[in-house]
């Protein structure tokens, strides 16, 4: 499988703006952003878990986050707005290349493929 390669990240202040590109597998079926913070641990930001299934959001990001894709299916970007200090993490990308009742966008089990994270910091 192709590993998904995360870019954008960096350096926000609180309110700002910032914008994730993923570029991943043409054929995958599933994708989403995770991130990890110091001494937490992983969670879903924003999901796909099939063309069958809604769009998942964390609670925390609604409203805030989309997720959409670029010119070409592979692409995926993570937009994020009035980013907040405990959006603090390395996010991640992720995507399924197989249809499997088991994945699941809650855990994060099913996604085959993950990115090595991009770090993003916001601060004053």
């Known amino acids: 499988q192709v590993q998904p390669v995360e870019s954008g990240g960096g350096s926000v202040q609180p309110g700002g703006s910032l914008r994730l590109s993923c570029v991943a597998s043409a054929n995958y079926v599933a994708i989403g952003w995770f991130r990890q913070a110091p001494g937490k641990e992983r969670e879903t930001v924003v999901c796909?878990?099939?063309?069958?299934?809604?769009?998942y959001y964390a609670d925390s990001v609604k409203g805030r986050f989309s997720m959409s894709r670029g010119s070409t299916k592979n692409v995926v970007y993570l937009e994020m707005t009035d980013v907040k200090p405990e959006d603090t993490a390395v996010y991640y990308c992720?995507?399924?290349?197989?249809?499997?009742?088991?994945?699941?966008?809650?855990?994060?089990?099913?996604?085959?493929?993950w990115g090595q994270g991009t770090q993003v910091t916001v601060s004053s």
């Open positions: 992720a995507a399924g290349t197989l249809m499997t009742p088991r994945r699941s966008c809650v855990t994060g089990v099913g996604f085959g493929s």
């Open positions: 796909l878990r099939s063309s069958d299934d809604p769009i």
